[in-house]
């Protein structure tokens, strides 16, 4: 069964760094999400991606933030100059046009 | 923007039991999903249930567009079934964004 996958799934920086998180939707997956859940807290909605551009994005996604499609099978969110608050769990997804299939995330932690 | 809201916020049952949570919403929807969030943090697709009813195995959820909720049934608990339920839905928009509830954290006890 297709899945979306992410890598890495748990990776620790310094405050400060730059982190790529990269994600491979589902192959014929059109629309593309970036969601982040906070420890103990609910998910929230990041960005959306379609045709190469964002479509929609929330207020946490401010300059800090940037997503690409680099090729034809990634999916990547930049994080610039990370902060302690920066620190979740970040769930890429993908849609064929309604229902979205979420990737098993990546553990970002920030020291 | 669209308010969802989860209940009960926690649900402790012994093993074999059944149990119901529920998902409110403030608006009309194009898209409700229930997830499973298991204890290594995955989510886990259980529905894509806009409306009306579905059942998989012990699970079954139903959704009333309507009246702006949606029921997730689970019967016969596992210790396996345990970790958090979230209700997400889809407004009406081109972009297919989900918005969360705050889950309901399920334990089942052996």
């Known amino acids: 069964e297709p899945e979306v996958t992410q890598t890495p799934s748990h990776q620790v920086t310094q405050m400060g760094q730059e982190v790529i998180l990269r994600c491979v939707p589902i192959?014929?997956?059109?629309?593309f999400y970036w969601y982040r859940q906070i420890l103990g807290q609910k998910v929230e909605f990041l960005v959306s991606?379609?045709?190469?551009?964002?479509?929609?994005k929330s207020e946490i996604f401010d300059d800090q933030f940037s997503v690409e499609r680099p090729d034809g099978s990634n999916f990547t969110l930049k994080i610039r100059s990370t902060k302690l608050e920066d620190s979740a769990m970040y769930f890429c997804?993908?849609?064929?046009?309604?229902?979205?299939?979420f990737g098993q995330g990546t553990r970002l932690t920030v020291v | 923007g669209i308010q969802v809201e989860q209940s009960p916020p926690d649900l402790i049952l012994q093993e074999g039991a059944n149990s119901t949570l529920r998902c409110n919403f403030s608006?009309?929807?194009?898209?409700l999903q229930w997830f499973h969030q298991n204890p290594w943090g995955q989510l886990i697709n259980l529905f894509y249930?806009?409306?009306g009813t579905k059942q998989n195995g012990r699970l079954s959820a139903t959704t009333v567009a309507t009246e702006r909720y949606s029921l997730l049934y689970i019967s016969s608990s596992q210790t396996t079934d345990s970790g958090v339920y979230f209700c997400?839905?889809?407004?009406?928009?081109?972009?297919?964004?989900?918005?969360f509830g705050q889950g309901t954290t399920l334990q089942v006890k052996p």
């Open positions: 249930i806009p409306s």
């Open positions: 997400a839905v889809g407004p009406w928009s081109n972009t297919g964004k989900l918005i």
């Open positions: 192959s014929n997956h059109l629309y």
């Open positions: 997804a993908s849609s064929a046009g309604v229902e979205a299939f």
């Open positions: 991606f379609y045709n190469n551009e964002i479509s929609e």
């Open positions: 608006d009309s929807v194009n898209n």
